[in-house]
């Protein structure tokens, strides 16, 4: 027992060793979770009657282990709220994700009571892809712990997730930490010198094959020339004052100096970070907004130029309002709020995009239905918890000149078909908008940063991204960053990025391994249910 318990801590500590933003240790997601394999492994051939408990149990624990301590700076965002609502809410992104990878373990150990070994491993890396993609898009979503986004910093060795997206990361990892489980497994169990050498060669050929073809396609990879000059600002204004402290029009200002510090006469992207325009601005009424106002006149030196710019905007409705439209109090009026990428340029142009991915609790209350009596505590966490409103699709917001951009809000960045889905409808860059100040000076900011690197890489475009306080910079089509600020630093940079209109093979058919996968585990989970009903009835 143990035994177990200390293997499955080492696994949570390789991961967690492996995971980004750690350096020269990425080759630890190989064997990080053979120490986890082993533990199962031991449950299953043992004597104990309680067999499942033990395994969901052993599993949870590394699983918490590499999560908690993989994202410890979820707390930070948090405690300004006290430590008595900060640690219980900081729990739930802490344990849910290990609850779920602990489920896919324990119906790994339930396939195996109606297969075999070699069966049940395949099914486990269907029931993990399977948890993967239903924490990407439930209500309760948070895909950070995709095992595919652990090449974030060693983006060289997975160039094919144009491809794949991550999901094709989190097979290849399984796929080698398997078979290294089972040549270890074939000592103690004194199997063929055959079968043992079989499986080093298919060790080697499955760590080989990738790494050489991703190498080869990196340092192979060229651009297309297609130019545009893009000017990214970072105002580095403390996210815990923007909201009022400091009159907007004075941040516009800052904004707009920066802008100025680096702009040419043929920029035309000024991209600035997530709700710059802190003020609720009505979106029907906004070309007479006097921020709006403030930032246009600021282009008259820019006459090809637009802003890209995050907004805190607002749309009231009389009659057939939205499901999440709010009433206002006094009125029959009723009210949408949005975290909101927008367009400014010289002219009377203006084109929307809000935010869809929500952060659940701060943005958004999950299963709101249900979970309505929750609504005042999570209000704690900003205020605005089931105020805010998305859109269906994602959006493309296009420059006067034809040139589109895909806008993308802060925690979005980490949805890859998302963002596929924003290139495969006409996007020729990525803009990332952001606000990482939340996280204060922790891996948080850095990991966020680096995910963005493998949505280079799926969609084949440069990224731009403005932070307001965490680290904004310039991401080309291979996933290198070219150009970054220091964090909490007021900046600006410039950069000629090459646009793309090509579609890569990820772009055009997005999550369809997950998709594949998951359907698989479905029919593995029927398989469980029908033999546990099966020997219900023999009983």
Same mark, same amino acid.
């Given at each position: 027992m143990k035994k177990n318990i200390l293997l499955s801590i080492f696994s949570g500590l390789l991961l967690w060793l492996a995971w980004p933003p750690m350096h020269y240790t990425t080759i630890f997601l190989f064997i990080g979770l053979v120490p986890m394999l082993l533990a199962i492994e031991n449950i299953i051939q043992s004597t104990s009657n309680r067999k499942g408990k033990l395994i969901f149990g052993t599993a949870f624990l590394g699983f918490f282990i590499w999560n908690s301590l993989s994202i410890y700076w979820v707390y930070n965002s948090l405690k300004i709220v006290g430590e008595l609502v900060a640690i219980p809410i900081?729990?739930?992104?802490?344990?849910?994700?290990?609850?779920?990878?602990?489920?896919? *373990?324990?119906?790994?150990?339930? =396939?195996?009571?109606?297969? +075999?070994?070699?069966?049940?491993?395949?099914?486990?890396? *269907?029931?993990?892809?399977?948890?993967? &993609?239903?924490? $990407?898009?439930?209500?309760?979503?948070?895909?950070?712990?995709t095992l595919g986004n652990g090449f974030a910093v060693t983006h060289q060795w997975v160039q094919w997730y144009e491809y794949t997206g991550v999901y094709g990361g989190t097979i290849w990892i399984w796929a080698i930490n398997i078979l290294l489980f089972l040549? &270890?497994?074939?000592?103690?169990?004194?199997?063929?010198?055959?079968?043992?050498?079989?499986?080093?060669?298919?060790? @080697?050929? @499955?760590?080989?094959?990738?790494?050489?073809?991703?190498?080869?396609?990196?340092?192979?990879?060229?651009?297309?020339?297609?130019?545009? +000059?893009?000017?990214? @600002? $970072?105002? %580095?204004?403390?996210?815990?004052?923007?909201?009022?402290?400091?009159? @907007?029009? #004075? #941040?516009?200002?800052?904004?707009?100096?920066?802008?100025?510090?680096?702009?040419?006469? %043929?920029?035309?992207?000024?991209?600035?970070?997530?709700?710059?325009?802190?003020?609720p601005v009505n979106e029907d009424r906004i070309r007479t907004s006097p921020y709006f106002l403030q930032a246009q006149q600021f282009l008259n030196k820019y006459k090809n130029g637009t802003i890209i710019t995050g907004a805190e905007t607002q749309k009231y409705f009389n009659t057939d309002k939205t499901e999440t439209a709010s009433p206002i109090a006094g009125t029959n009026e009723y009210v949408d709020n949005y975290n909101t990428a927008l367009t400014i340029e010289n002219s009377a142009e203006v084109h929307f995009y809000h935010k869809s991915k929500l952060v659940p609790g701060a943005e958004a209350l999950p299963f709101s239905h249900t979970l309505a009596f929750l609504k005042p505590v999570f209000e704690h966490l900003g205020g605005a918890t089931g105020s805010y409103a998305g859109q269906e699709n994602p959006g493309v917001l296009y420059a006067q000149s034809g040139i589109g951009a895909a806008p993308v809000i802060c925690y979005e960045s980490i949805w890859g078909e998302w963002v596929a889905r924003s290139v495969r409808s006409g996007?020729?860059?990525?803009?990332? !908008?952001?606000?990482?100040?939340?996280?204060?000076?922790?891996?948080?900011?850095?990991?966020?940063?680096?995910?963005?690197?493998?949505?280079?890489?799926?969609?084949?475009?440069?990224? *731009?991204?403005?932070? +307001?306080?965490? !680290?904004?910079?310039?991401? %080309? #089509?291979?996933?290198?960053?070219?150009?970054?600020?220091?964090?909490?630093?007021?900046?600006?940079?410039? #950069?000629?990025? %090459?646009?793309?209109?090509?579609?890569? =093979?990820?772009v055009t058919y997005g999550d369809y391994l997950p998709k594949i996968t998951s359907f698989l585990a479905l029919l593995g989970i029927i398989g469980i249910l029908v033999r546990v009903r099966f020997k219900r009835k023999e009983k």
């Open positions: 900081t729990l739930i992104p802490y344990s849910l994700g290990p609850l779920l990878m602990a489920t896919a *373990c324990w119906l790994y150990y339930r =396939f195996r009571l109606i297969t +075999n070994r070699n069966k049940g491993l395949i099914a486990l890396v *269907c029931f993990w892809i399977g948890y993967e &993609y239903l924490h $990407q898009t439930w209500e309760l979503s948070f895909p950070w712990m040549i &270890y497994i074939g000592f103690r169990e004194a199997q063929t010198k055959q079968t043992r050498q079989k499986l080093i060669i298919a060790a @080697v050929t @499955v760590i080989v094959l990738p790494l050489s073809f991703s190498l080869y396609k990196y340092y192979n990879y060229t651009e297309q020339a297609d130019p545009s +000059n893009v000017v990214v @600002v $970072q105002p %580095n204004i403390d996210p815990y004052f923007k909201m009022g402290d400091i009159p @907007v029009s #004075q #941040q516009i200002q800052t904004l707009t100096h920066l802008s100025d510090s680096v702009g040419q006469v %043929n920029t035309e992207f000024f991209i600035w970070p997530e709700t710059a325009i802190a003020d996007a020729q860059f990525i803009a990332i !908008i952001t606000n990482d100040g939340w996280w204060e000076n922790t891996s948080g900011k850095d990991q966020h940063l680096d995910y963005a690197k493998l949505r280079a890489i799926e969609t084949r475009r440069w990224v *731009c991204r403005s932070a +307001n306080t965490g !680290i904004s910079a310039f991401i %080309n #089509q291979r996933g290198d960053i070219v150009q970054q600020t220091k964090w909490w630093t007021k900046a600006a940079i410039k #950069q000629d990025i %090459n646009l793309n209109s090509d579609l890569t =093979f990820y």
